[in-house]
């Protein structure tokens, strides 16, 4: 019923920046958070910030003041600014959206997008 859209990713130098995004999409009547994790090879999935709907953000303490988490409401899009990126940073990146479906039930629910790869190397 939902569906998210990475964007974004890719490689980049130490110090370098990416700007991620991620739409959601399909029968929601509201997000009312929108995350995103990133998982490296042989570690568990982290959260890595986090964004509500009203506006509150909390980040990963290793990306604090680096990263930078947004969203346009009105769009269902979430976005993460990441800048003076480092290669513990490589992973592959994941939007997750907790809402409410448009459809007859108002079920909530939880969608992943596809995951988008950063790698940061020289």
């Known amino acids: 019923q939902v569906q998210l859209v990475e964007s974004g990713g890719g490689l980049v130098q130490p110090g370098g920046s990416l700007r991620l995004s991620c739409a959601a999409s399909?029968?929601?009547?509201?997000?009312?958070?929108m995350d995103w994790y990133r998982q490296a090879p042989g570690k568990q999935r982290e959260l890595v910030a986090g964004?509500?709907?009203?506006?509150?953000?909390n980040y990963a303490d290793s990306v604090k003041g680096r990263f930078t988490i947004s969203r346009d409401n009105a769009k269902n899009t979430v976005y993460l600014q990441m800048n003076s990126l480092k290669p513990e940073d490589t992973a592959v990146y994941y939007c997750?959206?907790?809402?409410?479906?448009?459809?007859?039930?108002?079920?909530?629910?939880?969608?992943w997008g596809q995951g988008t790869q950063v790698t940061v190397s020289s």
């Open positions: 399909g029968t929601i009547f509201s997000i009312y958070a």
């Open positions: 997750n959206a907790d809402g409410l479906s448009s459809s007859s039930d108002y079920l909530p629910f939880n969608a």
């Open positions: 964004i509500t709907s009203g506006g509150s953000t």
